[in-house]
Structure formats: structure tokens, C-alpha cells
């Protein structure tokens, strides 16, 4: 991605600190007021803070391991001040996403090929659409390859999307073959010269084999028109649906091969703490981030500045 500069970096900053603002409010404001009101730091007090990491959304596995470094290090003598274990608690969030974060990998030559997978209500089509738009104000030359064949909706609205952006997109009528529509879009790319062809696929999971089938063969297709096609295939996750997320990362990674997420409503939850423990738990980088409707909105994954935001969001920071 091209480099940003100091005043759109802030215009992104402020628009990542407004989508987090339910997850500061529901989730991180209540951590700092429950350790910061203490005047000492005891078992009390660290059981609470694991009831309301479980509350927000982090999951057992990842609170576990958190309370856990936490109880040692206040065990060491460490940790001596209410102060001191909010600025740990920060520090741990950020180490865990650090560890997690990637940016999307496409050939500097040739035509670049992802596919976009997710269930129905997720944002997965208006998100093809976003980054579609982005890549090419980027500079990229992108078609849209409406694969999501067994939803007519999905491919009605990502027509809409691409006469408000511009993009072209191949669709064929519903039921139809989504690896053909794959097949037709890369076909297209090549024949015209655009270098990216972004797929909207598999938006149901009524059955794990059904998908990973149908994937399989997007994938084939893929792979036989554009070597080392696909070069992504990003899962979009609606950050509302809380420890759902977990569930559907599983099964579409073991369906399909996940090689990045992409976490969309987050200013639509106060469930944002659900990002740590899939960051956590699944070797699946986050690569972007969406915190509202606009194409703007849709973000590379920083967690540095995730965690700023969180932790500052609302109330302007500490």
C-alpha cells in the first residue's frame, strides 16, 4: 500500500477512534474504572477484571492467558499500583495484535487475485465493494467478479456498488456456476488489462463440504488462468456476532485456507475485544479493519494505532 501521509494518517486515526468509541465505552472504560477507583491491587480485583474481559468478548482461552501473566506478574511484585496494571493490560493487547497484523499480498506484476468469503449480513459484499474502490485509488485496475451466485441479492448489490464506484463487475444469473463467474471475470481482467480481479464468494454454510467444494473449484479455476492464484482469500468477520466470530473463523479456514481477516461493524459493537482473542487463538492475520459506511472507513490494520484508539476513544484518553 502507498505511504500516508501525517494528515490523512490523523483523518484515519480519528475515523478509528469514532468506530471504537462503543467497544472504549462498552468494554475498556469499565476496566479502567474498575482498576483506577482501587487504591491497591488484590485477588479482588483481579477477578473481577477476568469477569469483564469475559464480558467484552476476548474468550476464555485468551482471558485465561491473560489473567494468568497478569497473576504472576502482580505475584513477582511487578505490578504494585492500580496504574501499573492498566498500563500492563494495555501493553498485553498490544503484543497480541502485533504478533497477528498483515498487510494484503498482491503480485507487483500480472493480475492479482482475491477472494472475498463470509456469511450472509457480515458486509462481505459492501466490503468487496470498498476495497475494490480503494485499491483503485490506489492505482490498481480492479474488476469485481460477482461469485456469489446462490444469493441474488448479493449480486444485485454489488452492481449497485460498482456504478457508485465505477468498478466493473461480471456477474451471471443466479444459481449459476460461482467458479465459472470466476473464470469469466479473470478472463475479462486479462483480455482488458485490469490487475486485480476481486471475488464475492461463498456466502452461506449450510454444510462445511458443500463450501469447501465449491471452493475448491473457485480455487482450481483460479490457479489455471493466473499462476499462484488466489494470492488472498480474506474471510470477513462481523465484529456484532461476539464469540460467533470464533465459530466462523474455524470453518471457513479449515473449508477454504484463510490468509487474512478482515473485521468489519466495529463501530456497530461494544464487542470490539473479540479481536484479541482471535488474534489470539488462530495463526490468521487481521488486514483490515471497518469502523463505518464509507469507502474511507475500511482501514489497513495497525495495532498500534488500534490500541490507541481503543484506549483513548470517548473520552480523549487517560
Keep these: 500500500m502507498p505511504a500516508v501521509g501525517p494528515v490523512e494518517r490523523q483523518g484515519l486515526f480519528a475515523r478509528l477512534k469514532a468506530g471504537l468509541a462503543k467497544t472504549h465505552d462498552g468494554f475498556i472504560n469499565k476496566v479502567e474504572r474498575l482498576v483506577l477507583r482501587r487504591n491497591r491491587v488484590d485477588a479482588e480485583l483481579l477477578d473481577e477484571l477476568e469477569e ?34 492498566f498500563s500492563f493490560l494495555k501493553a498485553q493487547a498490544l503484543e497480541i495484535l ?33 476495497l475494490g474502490r480503494r485499491l483503485q485509488r490506489e492505482g490498481r485496475r480492479v474488476i469485481l467478479a460477482a461469485a456469489d451466485t446462490f444469493r441474488a441479492a448479493a449480486a444485485d448489490q454489488l452492481e449497485v456498488w460498482g456504478e457508485r464506484t465505477g468498478l466493473e463487475v461480471v456477474s451471471q444469473k443466479p444459481g449459476s456456476d460461482p467458479a465459472a463467474v470466476v473464470y469469466d471475470t479473470i478472463n475479462a ?42 494470492h488472498e482469500t480474506l474471510l470477513v468477520l462481523d465484529a456484532t456476532t461476539g464469540q460467533n466470530a470464533f465459530s466462523q473463523l474455524q470453518l471457513f479456514h479449515e473449508a477454504v485456507g484463510l490468509t487474512g481477516l478482515v473485521l468489519t ?54
Design 189 to 230: 481482467a486479462l483480455a482488458r488489462g485490469y490487475d486485480t480481479v476481486i471475488a464475492d464468494t461463498a456466502g452461506r454454510m449450510h454444510t462445511k463440504v458443500n463450501l469447501m467444494e465449491e471452493m475448491k473449484k473457485i480455487r482450481r479455476t483460479a490457479a489455471k488462468l493466473v499462476d499462484g492464484a488466489p
Design 265 to 318: 461493524k466495529l463501530d456497530g459493537t461494544s464487542r470490539g475485544g473479540v479481536v484479541l482473542g482471535l488474534a489470539r487463538e488462530f495463526p490468521i492475520p487481521v488486514k483490515l479493519v471497518g469502523v463505518g459506511e464509507k469507502v474511507e472507513d475500511l482501514q489497513d490494520f495497525d495495532p498500534a494505532a488500534f490500541v490507541e484508539a481503543l484506549y483513548a476513544a470517548a473520552d480523549g484518553g487517560r
Design 98 to 130: 502485533e504478533a497477528c497484523a498483515g498487510r494484503l499480498e498482491l503480485p507487483a506484476r500480472g493480475v492479482g487475485v482475491i477472494l472475498v468469503v463470509g456469511t450472509n449480513g457480515s458486509g462481505k459484499t459492501t466490503t468487496v465493494a470498498k
Design 52 to 85: 469483564l474481559y469475559l464480558q467484552g468478548d476476548v474468550g476464555p482461552r485468551t482471558t485465561e492467558e491473560l489473567m494468568g501473566r497478569l497473576r504472576r506478574a502482580v505475584g513477582r511484585g511487578e505490578l504494585r499500583s492500580p496504574d501499573e496494571v
